[in-house]
């Protein structure tokens, strides 16, 4: 069931990076979650990007920004620092993380369909960001060596993942001594049920595998991440939220 869910996450993307290769754009609208998923939802893509952060990005990584935040703007970044995108997409958060990182900087963008790695290295080349490198693999078994990054970011992914156990264990594998994440991410308020959960959206649309706080919090400290913070920022179905999280690995 696993595998069958990761490959209609991995269809679903596919479809709208072919389409805005094809010029058709993402094949759905874009300003919601529905390249995600099934529900027509706001306060998804480009709209969480203020202008002045889209000013110099190539329209199509604008465009397929399908996240529900910007991990960008909450993980602090600073000159120098080596960054990992999980589920990096059309590649928005890595160009906007490699401006903040700067030259001396490096942001690794990790993806697993082969389409949206063609569309953001596309993407990297035409703002000639030479800072920047994609990877092709899962979030559950990153490519990476051990403590090998400063920050680890995601927009609306890490609730895709079919084994988020496997996630957080490789989020801390990978980060060096304090080192911290900035995600943004659909979060369940603990009173809902998976049941209700599924109730209200599929998974592929984001919302039946979303965890709970209580869930992602206990998650996190599992593989011993500290001075965990996850905070409510915006409604995206009865008792759902997008939400930041925020974490780091001791020093």
Known sequence: MSTDLREHVRERYAEAARGLSEGHGCGCDCESIGCCGDE??????????DSEERIGLPE????????????????????????????????????????????????YGLDMTDEMLAL?????????????HFLKGLIEAIPLPAESVDVVIS????????????????????????????????????RLSPEDRAERGSHVGCIAGALSEREYREGLEAVGLVDIEVEFTHRVAEGMHGAIVRARKPA
């Open 40 to 49: 027509p939802t706001t306060l998804f893509g480009r709209g969480l990007y």
């Open 60 to 107: 199509d990584a604008v465009t397929a920004s399908l996240g529900c935040g910007n991990p960008v703007a909450v993980a602090e970044l600073r000159k120098g620092e080596t960054v990992l995108d999980l589920g990096s997409g059309g590649g928005i958060d890595v160009l906007l993380s490699a401006r903040r990182v700067g030259p001396s900087g490096t942001v």
């Open 120 to 132: 953001a290295k596309r993407n990297a080349g035409k703002v000639r960001a030479e800072n920047v």
């Open 155 to 190: 927009n609306c992914v890490v609730n895709l993942s079919t084994d988020k156990r496997s996630v957080y264990a490789e989020i801390q594998r990978v980060l060096r001594p304090g080192g911290r994440v900035g995600i943004t991410d659909i979060v369940a308020e603990d």
